[in-house]
């Protein structure tokens, strides 16, 4: 015999057992997230090719040497580590870009991380081609994480990224 109870304690346990996809959704809501309000230079909008759709996205300055980056084949998540920058500094080639991307890990979503991939527009699921050149694009320091992305790196813990609406000065 069910009961409300029961059935809310099943229906739970088949969302998180159901999929990959629903256990990474819950490991990404366990990580930190950082909020930028849409206001600030660095937050902006990216243009679907498919769609026409604007992905709000934060791009890290240049500054920060974020290079090389890779986006995930699946989703919009991003990795940056240092080992790789520490290969690429001095140059770039395809030989090194193949030796890199023979360590890139899998992505929590299931998929990959792979040289030439780019972010997803968050209305239709294509992928935004913002990588023309995959040799060229190991030494672009802007790493561009699109809203509810996961930025991944060897320094820092993961985090999420949330753009928000200009918070209001209430005095």
């Not at 990474?24 to 230079?41: A, D, F, G, H």
């Not at 974020?66 to 699946?74: E, L, M, Q, T």
């Not at 991003?78 to 899998?106: C, F, G, M």
């Not at 672009?140 to 200009?166: F, L, Q, W």
Request: include cysteine; charged fraction near 25%; hydrophobic fraction near 30%.
């Amino acid at each position: 015999m069910a009961t409300p109870f029961l059935d809310k304690i099943y229906s739970h346990r088949s969302a998180v057992v159901g999929s990959v996809m629903k256990l990474y959704w819950i490991k990404k809501q366990l990580m930190k997230v950082v909020e930028y309000e849409r206001s600030l230079q660095w937050v902006g909008d990216i243009k679907c090719p498919s769609c026409s759709g604007l992905t709000p996205a934060w791009r890290s300055s240049g500054m920060s040497e974020c290079f090389p980056h890779f986006f995930c084949d699946r989703c919009s998540n991003v990795i940056h580590r240092e080992e790789d920058k520490r290969l690429v500094w001095y140059e770039k080639s395809q030989e090194l870009l193949n030796q890199i991307a023979k360590t890139l890990p899998s992505c929590n979503c299931g998929g990959h991380f792979r040289p030439g991939c780019g972010p997803k527009c968050k209305h239709c699921g294509k992928e935004i081609p913002i990588v023309s050149d995959p040799v060229e694009y190991l030494h672009n320091p802007n790493m561009i994480v699109a809203d509810g992305a996961c930025a991944y790196s060897d320094k820092r813990e993961p985090y999420v990224v949330h753009i928000v609406e200009t918070k209001q000065n209430t005095m």
